[in-house]
């Protein structure tokens, strides 16, 4: 965006049938004189001609004649206009639960997302259903307007118990931006101008709210992706390549990485029609220029060398199922992954979200307009960043190849991970290993039990999982101490000691990370069988990593301590300055920034660093050991 270019927000406006969103949209027109006047006559009389005593704004949006004759909208509406500030896409969404999929099209790309509540009615099914689609497609912003309140005699309380019920609910869901306001669209009470009738309000109006809206921090800048949709050649003297950066930035002469082919070269020269620029930046669409003649064509896709995506042909995604037919596992769809289309099969249906209570069904087939998470497995590999990361390389859609219908809408989770690629070739290795006749497989001489009565406790593998920052290797030290004091056997493995020495040579690709937990497990099983209470602290993101560990060792041996913290605080400890140099693209793959961790489902302990202190900590590892009977309290 060039200096004193206005920025635009898309927004899309959703809730129940009837609760007034295209009223609402007409309401944002005419105030901002974004209408004809021939526009708002015509309403005016269709209006007049309903028996309306108001001028009903929403038939500025209803086209289409199934909608005039229903008054609700079915399809999804876009609307454009401008203040002083900024600029302005609006989408109009339909309520009924019947075009949930419409919703979700509609919504893929908005900065804001604005649910209007009927005052009359309270917080609906639809309107909880719509709040988790938010949620689902991650729109950062949401603005929960409570509408005809003149209907209600503008009741503060009747605000204050919507706006209550809606916390609750919402505290379910991942929006961390909420704001709440009364209004009514159809006379325009805090639309654009503030309301006279609700003095008891002391917010602002939404039109104030959405031109201040700070949508620059949401875009990821970091993360430079630019999918190519095809090659520009004029004549012999020129060979560029056409596309749109879907995030972050790029430079002349910044080193960059062609894929799949894995060509490395550098920007030449970033061309527009306007002429060349000395920096691009998301969603510019240019043509780039590089100094190496290297192999580039449709659906590849260009990144800086020290920051690559994920490349996987086996994925975990939500969908939402959008065709008539049922999804049944097995099929065959195309998927439309940026510039790229890949044969996709769904391989597993690993559970359906019931988006009324969010608990999560065991079923075999989706319906039209189910939502849930899959498994799917690609001919050729795509290249993407988690939805939650990435919107423009975590999305996708699936087609039907023999009708050509558009079947679902899709977020990347991450690469998909199942317990058999982890433990089949380990099982392999193993088994190859005791029959190889250089080797022989020996047990030890001094059983297990032999070796806890003699060290007066139980040997147990404590891992400590959790972002990096979070506190695990302060805590694990401070609890070897307090056991070593009491005359414990112990073995701290670490995991940035670990990779100095027995895991130098492994790097952070998904195939080295999986091998530096299986190294580190094997390593804790040796001290395990030798006595010691094992203390490793490992970010150790990926739950199947953690679960391979806990394979090896007997049942109730492998305690899993998940050391609880934010991101944003462990951003602002950052005691390695790790963080910042992952979001300047200095260390790709990074757990938290470019690469997922998956929180423990069942973890024996977790232990929040937020909360509580490191004695305090200590001290709840050491109950715990206690009420296990792992260690015992010393005899009087």
Known sequence: MQSGE???????????????????????????????????EAIKKTSKK????EVDLAYLLDGLAAEREQGITIDVAYRYFETEKRKYIITDSPG???????????????????????????????????????????????IVAVNKMDLVDYSQDVFSC????????????????????????????????????????????????LENLNITADRNLVDFRFPVQYVVRPNADFRGFAGKIVSGTITPSEEVVVLPSG????????????????????????????????????????????????????????ICWMDDNPMKTGTSFIMKHTTRSVRAVIKSIVYRIDVNTLHRDN?????????????????????FDPYKINHATGRFILIDPLTDRTVAAGMIRDAARHMEDYLAPVADAIVKQKKSPHTVWRESH???????????????????????????????????????????????????????????????????????IRRAGETAKLFFEHGSIVLCTFISPFRADRNFVKSLLAPGRFVEIYVKCSLDECQRRDPNGLYEKARSGIIPGFTGIDSPYEEPEQPEIVIDTRESSVDECVNKLEAFLLKRKVISEPKK
């Open 6 to 40: 206005k920025s635009l927000l898309r927004f899309v406006t959703t809730g129940s049938v009837d609760d007034g969103k295209s009223t609402l949209i007409g309401r944002l027109l005419y105030e901002t004189k974004s209408i004809y006047e021939d526009q708002y």
């Open 363 to 383: 079923v075999d087939m989706f319906s039209l307009n189910d939502i849930g998470r899959v498994e799917i497995t690609l001919a050729t590999p795509v290249f």
């Open 50 to 53: 309903r028996g309306f005593k």
């Open 446 to 516: 001094i059983g297990l039990a032999q070796r806890e009565q003699k060290n007066g406790h139980k040997a147990v593998v404590l891992w400590f999982t959790g972002l990096s920052g979070a506190g695990k290797s302060t805590i694990a030290m401070a609890l070897e101490r307090r056991l070593f004091e009491r005359g414990c056997k112990t073995a701290m493995l670490d995991g940035d000691i670990i990779r100095h020495g027995l895991c130098s040579d492994l790097a952070f690709s998904p195939a080295d990370r999986k091998e530096n």
């Open 263 to 318: 060509q490395t070269t550098s920007v030449k020269s970033i061309v527009t029609y306007d002429g060349e620029l000395k920096e691009a930046f998301a969603p510019q669409s240019v043509v780039l220029t590089l100094n190496n003649e290297v192999d580039v064509s449709r659906g590849d896709m260009i990144v800086r060398r020290k920051n690559l995506p994920q490349i996987e042909t086996k994925l975990e995604a939500i």
């Open 96 to 142: 009924h639960v019947q075009y949930t999929r419409n919703m979700v099209t509609g919504a893929s790309k908005a900065d804001c997302a604005v649910i209007l509540i009927d005052a009359r009615n309270g917080v609906l099914t639809q309107s909880k259903r719509h709040g988790f689609l938010i949620s689902l497609l991650q729109i950062p912003h949401l």
């Open 162 to 209: 919507i706006v209550s019920d809606y916390e609750e609910f919402s505290q379910k869901l991942d929006i961390h931006d909420i704001v709440y306001i009364p209004v009514s669209a159809l006379k325009g009470d805090n639309v654009v101008s503030k309301s006279k009738k609700m003095s008891w309000y002391e917010g602002t109006t939404l039109l104030h709210n």
